[in-house]
């Protein structure tokens, strides 16, 4: 077997590679025949053509040749014969290319498939009549019909043999296209009377080895004598068909005359070409020598035709000449879009320049009409590039994005430039694959949660919502708790998160009152590689919850001692006899307290205010009414539900101290305090008798350096000190103090009705403690207060303090063989 290789490679663009390579081969091999080493001609690894998918494209839906990737050659797949293959192709070939992807390459083959000897000569008819007349002159010709032979070269028709060769012998000429033309040429004149019936044998034979004939009888009748021949008035007749012609169409018409007269001068016409195509499209008229069409012209097939007309006469003297035919080509084939290779999925980090489909562009018509112009559809990120004759790629020209589109349906048109110009189109579908190139991105830049004080722990709280815009697995969220602290305490001991849903989650139970409010950064990671992420602040509010009660600040509540407020007879009404003073550590509505009077033993005598807690007389009182008042005061807030506390306060009804003390000792006996109160008293004469004799000193100390101690007291630094209760602190502006008030403090001898106070309503009085002694009294700022006569008997007196929202001084003096009594002292600051 003979091969022939030929490479011819060309790099192309867009990395692409388009190499030729030549074989030749005969025809009818068996299946499985070798026809080349792909692999080794074109330099490729026999790996190459596994993984990169290997195959043959063409155009033909009939494949002759496959591949084998494992050994890396060409095969005969199927039994090919030439003459079925290429018709009447001098050169027959079989053209195909080899794709290969990632990357994607082709190179083109093409495999010339050489004739054998397997067709023998023949004859499209088994006999030929010819009617000579006896006058024939020696050197008269008649022509013969050629033998056809589908075999092509030396194995087609080599020469003719005419036996026997009495009268007759055969010459062959060709003309200017290279074909034979067959005659027979009368050599002895013929004798009716001695032969009126001649047979001879026509054998055609060819080159091949071994050699093949075919023959064809020729019956000769002897006439009487015929001696003028039809004439052709050209020897060679042109005319043009259009392709797709009807039926019927008059191509042309040939003429040819005879001067004899009679039958010997009646021509009839016949086509003596024995090609199919011919005959099966042409007919002529016998009568008029009119060429018509009886099939179909297609300039695709054949782009023009010669036709061998024969002119005869009924004495059987003949001429020829030949009809070609051109066939002028219209505008009737659409371009056809062959998809080489492509790929359906194409990753969106892809770059620019990278080749997804390649296309093979065919267009039989010719000239303007074969040429093609291809494009696709505007606004897509690909353009189409020509890498060779009739091959486009598809490339990307811009950046992809899978999240602005995740999908193009590429629509490649392709357009002949014929009139009318003819079209076709092929749409292709890409799918484009998700790279992790988005971070997820919450809703809102920082939330803001609330939640009640005193949950469950566990209670979901809120839940943060991220989205990503990739897909997939990249498109999936995780919810992570950032580390942080809120008061030095990590915030996962406060809440947790939920990495799948982003639910917040209490992990223990919250208390308002010791934290309001804390952040914490919840962090939102996608599950790509790597991952990316978004942090987000989100803010938990705990809101009041109404979980604790009031509490009384004053009067302080004791088992050991009763304070008993008093409130003179000669009080007029709305007399402020003292004030409760509460508060609740809960906030909002939940603080608002109100006060109001459950037990009295008088109720005419006293009320209570609902928003300030004042006790005052709401009438005047009188000698009839009791000297023991106990009053139970009902303190609520405004929580719902409400919670609430009581105070017990006792006020004792009388113009001077002792009377009161004694009625307010009948209050110890009746609490069964006789044992506690011995001792108090007994500790409350030496503290007292001390203080007196402090202020004694004082009184006449001040006294004597009157004009010095006023301009000292005007000058001096010494602060007022106030003293504050821990854990209370004035909240939302809502004190339980919201007004100032006079209350009076008075020294008691037998003479309660002194009119001697140490301060008059439109004064201001402050008392001044000294840092170093506290609960010492050490100096008076008003001289007022000072005793006109110091070695007098300390008479009872009133010193009225000055209170403001943050401080309260309640000084009550009994004086009782000069023993001061401290009742009460206690500034509070109000939440």
């Known amino acids: 077997m003979a091969r022939q290789v030929l490479l011819v490679f060309s790099l192309l663009s867009l990395c692409s590679v388009r190499a030729q390579i030549n074989y030749s081969i005969p025809e009818e091999m068996a299946k499985g025949s070798l026809v080349g080493n792909i692999a080794h001609d074109l330099g490729l690894d026999r790996k190459r053509l596994t993984s990169g998918k ?19 050659v060409l095969l005969v797949k199927e039994r090919i014969d030439r003459e079925a293959l290429c018709t009447e192709m001098t050169l027959c070939a079989l053209h195909f290319q080899i794709i290969l992807e990632n990357p994607m390459e082709f190179y083109t083959v093409i495999v010339q498939i050489t004739d054998i000897n397997d ?121 043009i068909v259009t392709e797709n012609s009807p039926t019927g169409t008059i191509v042309a018409t040939v003429t040819a005359s005879d001067e004899d007269q009679g039958s010997n001068g009646e021509i009839t016409y016949s086509i003596t070409d024995t090609q199919e195509n011919v005959i099966t499209i042409f007919d002529i008229n ?86 093609v112009n ?61 790279v992790n190139d988005n971070a997820p991105v919450f809703e809102k830049r920082s939330y803001e949660a609330y939640i009640v004080e005193n949950n469950t722990p566990g209670l979901s709280i809120f839940t ?26 990590s915030v996962s001991s406060f809440v947790s998160v939920s990495a799948d849903s982003g639910v917040i989650h209490a992990v223990r139970s919250l208390d308002y009152e010791q934290i309001k409010d804390f952040q914490l950064c919840v962090k939102a990671q996608d599950g790509g590689s790597p991952p990316l992420s978004t942090n987000v602040t989100v803010k938990i509010v705990i809101q009041d919850q109404n979980d604790n009660a009031p509490q009384v600040l004053y ?27 509460a508060v609740d550590v809960d906030s909002g509505q939940n603080s608002w307290l109100s006060y109001k009077l459950q037990k009295a033993t008088d109720r005419a005598l006293f009320e209570v205010g609902l928003q300030n807690g004042e006790i005052r007389t709401i009438r005047q009182v009188t000698d009839k009414d009791a000297v023991k008042q106990r009053l139970t005061v009902f303190v609520k807030d405004n929580g719902q539900p409400s919670r609430s506390a009581t105070v017990i306060v006792n006020v004792a009804v009388a113009d001077s101290y002792p009377e009161g003390l004694l009625e307010f000792t009948d209050f110890t006996h009746d609490k069964e305090y006789n044992d506690n109160l011995t001792f108090y008293l007994v500790l409350a004469l030496a503290v007292v008798s001390f203080l007196f004799i402090t202020c004694l000193v004082v009184i006449i100390s001040v006294k004597i350096y009157r004009w010095r101690q006023s301009r000292i007291l005007y000058h001096s630094s010494l602060p007022v000190i106030p003293y504050y209760p821990p854990r209370y602190s004035d909240t939302l502006g809502t004190g339980t103090l919201p007004h100032m008030y006079n ?70 003096l009994h004086l009782e063989n000069s023993i001061v009594v401290l009742l009460h002292s206690a500034p509070w600051t109000v939440a």
Not at 55 to 72: A, C, M, P
Not at 176 to 198: F, S
Not at 406 to 428: A, K, M, Q
Request: glycine residues 6%.
């Open 54 to 72: 290997a195959r043959i494209y063409t155009k033909n839906s009939e494949e002759h040749i496959e591949l084998s990737r494992e050994r890396g």
């Open 374 to 434: 291809c494009f696709i559809n505007e606004n897509t990120p690909f353009d189409l590039k020509t890498s060779a004759n009739n091959f486009y790629s598809l490339v990307t020209d811009s950046e992809l994005d899978r999240e602005r589109s995740s999908e193009y349906n590429i629509t490649v048109t392709c357009s002949d430039e014929g009139v009318p110009s003819l079209s076709s189109s092929v749409t292709l579908t890409l799918q484009i694959s998700d």
């Open 286 to 371: 016998v009568n008029n020598g009119d060429v018509s069409l009886i099939g179909p012209v297609d300039f695709e097939k054949s782009r023009y035709f010669q036709i061998n007309v024969l002119a005869s006469d009924d004495g059987g003297l003949t001429d020829y000449c030949k009809l070609i035919v051109d066939v002028q080509d219209i505008n009737d084939n659409k371009p056809e879009i062959n998809i080489m290779s492509k790929s359906n999925i194409i990753s969106e980090d892809a770059k620019i320049n990278t080749v997804v489909t390649m296309i093979n562009i065919e267009d039989q018509d010719s000239g303007e009409n074969g040429h």
């Open 464 to 489: 943060v919502k991220a989205t990503d815009a990739d897909w997939n697995q990249n498109a999936h969220v995780s919810y992570i708790l950032e580390d942080s602290s809120v008061n030095g305490v």
């Open 743 to 812: 209350y009076e403090v008075c020294r008691m001898t037998d003479s309660s009705k002194s009119d001697c106070k140490f301060a008059t309503a439109g004064s201001q009085n402050v008392l001044i403690m000294d840092p170093s002694s506290t609960g010492t009294m050490q100096r008076i700022q008003n001289e007022k207060n000072i005793l006109d006569e110091p070695d007098s008997p300390l008479e009872v007196s009133y010193l009225r303090l000055f209170l403001t929202p943050n401080i309260v001084h309640m000084w009550q």
């Open 119 to 239: 067709n023998p000569p023949t004859f499209k008819k088994h006999e030929m009549r010819f009617k000579i007349s006896e006058s024939a002159v020696s050197g008269a010709k008649f022509a013969l019909e050629r033998a056809v032979d589908r075999d092509v070269g030396k194995n087609g028709v080599q020469r003719y043999e005419l036996k026997p060769t009495d009268h007759f012998s055969m010459k062959l000429h060709s003309d200017a296209h290279g074909n034979q033309k067959i005659e027979m040429v009368l050599q002895k004149p013929l004798d009716r009377e001695k032969n009126d019936q001649l047979h001879l044998v026509l054998t055609a034979v060819d080159g091949g080895d071994p050699q093949m004939s075919g023959t064809m009888q020729i019956i000769i009748t002897v006439l009487d004598a015929n001696d003028n021949a039809p004439v052709f008035t050209q020897h060679t007749y042109k005319a």
């Open 555 to 581: 009067p302080v509540q004791t088992g050991g001692s009763v304070v008993a407020e008093m409130v003179p007879r000669s009080a007029d009404v709305g007399y402020l006899v003292t004030k409760v003073v």
